[in-house]
């Protein structure tokens, strides 16, 4: 999501799941003292979502998969700095961001000239740049 932006989703929609129902943006709030508002800044979001992580799975190691292959006892992993093991049981939750979709009337229309939204971070100053490259084109 662009930075800035709110979520869309309300205050009681966007409590992260748990089995005790216990980690939810209220506890949050009052555990940290962090001040969130409604609708809910993505910033304050994300801060939710590592504090979640710390609380449930505090050994999360940042690397990225890059073959899963199944054998007879389990998954063989091989992780993009070449280390491989193997793991009884998998899950799988990469996301969507491998998904986006460009319609192919934008083929033959460079990437830089007709982007997908997912590539913004920031919105206004790019809004700003690429209103400028209009007027002088
Ligand atoms: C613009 C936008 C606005 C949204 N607004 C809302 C909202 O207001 N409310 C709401 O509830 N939802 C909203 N959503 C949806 C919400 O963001 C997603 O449903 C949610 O993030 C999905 O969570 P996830 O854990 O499945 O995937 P993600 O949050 O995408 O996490 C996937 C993770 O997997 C990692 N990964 C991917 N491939 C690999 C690999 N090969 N090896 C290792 N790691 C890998 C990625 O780095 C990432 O950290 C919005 C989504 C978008 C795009």
Known sequence: MPAGMFLRSSWGASH??????????DTYRLSTGNYLSAPIPLKKFVDYGRWYQRQVVPDVEKRSVTDVEAGKHGFQLTLADGE?????????????????????E?????????SHSSEHREL???GEWQWNRTVHC
């Open 106 to 114: 934008f083929d033959a229309v460079s990437p830089e000239l007709a």
């Open 16 to 25: 992260i799941a748990d089995p005790s129902g216990k980690l939810t943006l």
């Open 124 to 126: 206004g100053l790019e």
């Open 84 to 104: 491989t093991f193997t793991s009884r049981r998998l899950i799988i939750a990469a996301g969507i961001d491998r998904f986006l979709w460009r319609p192919v």
